[in-house]
């Protein structure tokens, strides 16, 4: 099954191609087996193994075989591992997944990725992120706020969890979270970008 390239990163030969190398490259500790992949990504298994031949091929993936289990990861000694991770990173992480999501939920004023994916999203050095911390600005109502990060995690592979503040008692720094919140990395995803202190 062939599918047309994405419109976010148009220089991969399909979305599913995209798709695949950002699941694999979004967990680059994790090896995937190929079967999972296609579960995950809901993608023709025949499809997901005829793409990961050719990403380990040009040495983008690495393959092991366990029993009957193709594992796949990234090639960390490819030299095109940085900049690819970052691409994919910027392109199908969080970051438009959570603004795509986010702006169609009444209430919210402005949000954030903070921790520790934010951190290795701005360059600091640290280990990989388990989750995705989420500031939510505002007063959303927080079941669709659940079910908003539930799909979320669901499509990024990432348990995105959400806090919610008030403008005011974010603007009023009334507590010591919200202070070290403001000294440390904070990726913005909606509007209030320049008001953040």
């Not at 490259?25 to 997901?48: I, M, Y």
């Not at 994916?117 to 109502?141: C, H, N, T």
């Not at 499509?155 to 919140?181: H, K, M, Q, Y």
């Amino acid at each position: 099954m062939r599918t047309e390239a994405p419109l976010l990163l148009p220089l991969f030969r399909s979305r599913g191609q995209a798709r695949l190398l950002a699941r694999v490259f979004l967990h680059p500790d994790e090896r995937r087996s190929l079967n999972r992949l296609a579960r995950e990504l809901e993608l023709d298994p025949a499809t997901v193994q005829r793409e990961a031949e050719r990403l380990e091929e040009a040495g983008i993936l690495r393959s092991e075989r366990i029993g009957r289990a193709r594992l796949v990861q990234p090639n960390e000694n490819s030299p095109f591992f940085p900049e690819l991770q970052g691409l994919l990173l910027k392109a199908f992480g969080p970051v438009p997944v959570l603004k795509e999501r986010l702006r169609e939920l009444a209430g919210v004023e402005d949000a954030f990725i903070y921790g520790s994916w934010a951190s290795r999203y701005a360059g600091e050095p640290g280990e990989a992120p388990g989750d995705i911390d989420l500031l939510v600005l505002g007063r959303p109502d927080r079941r669709k706020l659940a079910r908003l990060c539930r799909e979320a995690s669901e499509e990024l592979g990432f348990e995105v969890n959400p806090t919610v503040l008030s403008p005011s008692d974010w603007d009023s720094d009334a507590t010591g979270f919200i202070r070290s919140l403001k000294d440390q990395p904070l990726i913005p995803l909606l509007a209030r970008v320049d008001d953040r202190g």
